[in-house]
């Protein structure tokens, strides 16, 4: 399989042109790809110096490592780097955009500029690794209320109070009612965004679980075991993709 | 929620009577929850001393935090801590059994005896922070050939170059034909037992998939992206535990 770049523009960045000529040394007529906004280019080396490469896009395709559902995850800041190991993980599962927030019973209250820069840097290694076509964008951190006017519907919520509604089953309800819709049936089709909240450790509370609801939001199960936070976040994503993504 | 201890027979162990006498300070009269074999006993404390506390079973009904599937994860060694963080996740999940094991390209190949007695540890405390009925038991590890003998059916391989057979329509086929029926069409019931299995870094090799496959194993996709070890088995046996504990 041929080395990946992730890039902006169909130029290679500075350290991306090091890498081919210094440390994978590839010479003129090599291919590589290019991989952008979910579409690999298929790229042949015609000039390969320390400082610049330059080639030719010789093929273009979508990036086949998309899942078809662009799912936004609502994760609360933990402690530690724990956010750090959802934030690999969910991003190798196909998450499109990491919404950090704070609740009420948030231990930890504020993301550093530095802190989501490494974010950053984590969800693209971890995007290159998993083949994907793009790594997810990662949002500023903030409140509830805040949060909630910032996710695209519909909008799923992950509460451990919730016993009745299980996730898979949610899904195909909204499936079948497609927003804006007033018919009564209409042919259930493949979800194309959908907002994923989970909670922080200590949970969500019965406040923000109402305002939650008052913008739409479902609340769902994920089984009847309790689950820290992060498996919450894997879980969850492993199964919304899985479900959002067959065939 | 009143407090749980996971117990062998009626009787609890030192370090928990001292943690009901002097740390929770529980009086005679109060009720904590004795946990075993997926059963919980409600138990009110008769004599509460610093070094053995007695009591009655006033009542007893199945742990409502079990799946119905017994599900065995067989596990790479991997890494570091990488595997204790698989351990903690997959027990909040359900699993029953791990079984770690060594395969051609695995890089860690010994499992100690203090190492597993570690895991253990994790696994308990995980399964009763998770409100389980029962811990996971832990095997010692084995070669590729010795866990294959030692798995239960039927038998799914989680695999890279799979492309076709994904996760949850396997787990339809097999539910579809149970074991040692000849019947042509029986009605779907849930699977009772399922091992799976996870391969390592650097993936399973062309003979270990063969000899599976001869042992009656079926290959299944987890989807289009690559998944780091740790992460394939925290999203497959969310997807799985979720597919097989409906309803």
Do not use: N
């Amino acid at each position: 399989m041929s080395h990946r770049f992730f890039v902006e523009g169909d130029t290679l960045a500075p350290e991306q042109c090091r890498q081919i000529a210094t440390v994978l040394r590839l010479a003129p007529g090599a291919v590589v790809t290019l991989v952008r906004d979910g579409l690999e280019l298929d790229y042949r080396l015609d000039r390969v110096g320390r400082d610049e490469v330059s080639g030719t896009v010789v093929a273009r395709r979508p990036a086949a490592g998309e899942p078809r559902v662009a799912l936004t995850l609502a994760l609360p800041l933990l402690r530690g780097d724990r956010c750090e190991e959802v934030i690999e993980a969910v991003t190798q599962l196909g998450v499109s955009r990491l919404a950090p927030y704070t609740s009420a019973r948030s231990v930890v209250r504020t993301l550093s500029a530095e802190k989501r820069e490494r974010w950053r840097r984590i969800a693209r290694e971890a995007a290159e690794t998993a083949r994907r076509g793009r790594a997810p964008t990662i949002d500023e951190a903030r409140d509830w209320s805040a949060l909630l006017a910032a996710l695209p519907g519909p909008l799923v919520v992950a509460w451990e109070e919730e016993h009745e509604r299980a996730l898979e089953a949610t899904l195909e309800v909204l499936a079948e009612r497609p927003a804006g819709s007033a018919a009564a049936a209409v042919a259930p089709r493949p979800l194309a965004t959908l907002a994923l909240v989970v909670g922080p450790e200590g949970g969500l509370g019965e406040d923000e679980v109402a305002l939650a609801r008052e913008r739409g939001g479902l609340t769902v199960s994920l089984g009847r075991r309790v689950l820290r936070a992060e498996t919450a976040a894997i879980a969850a994503v492993a199964r919304v993709v899985a479900a959002l993504d067959r065939g």
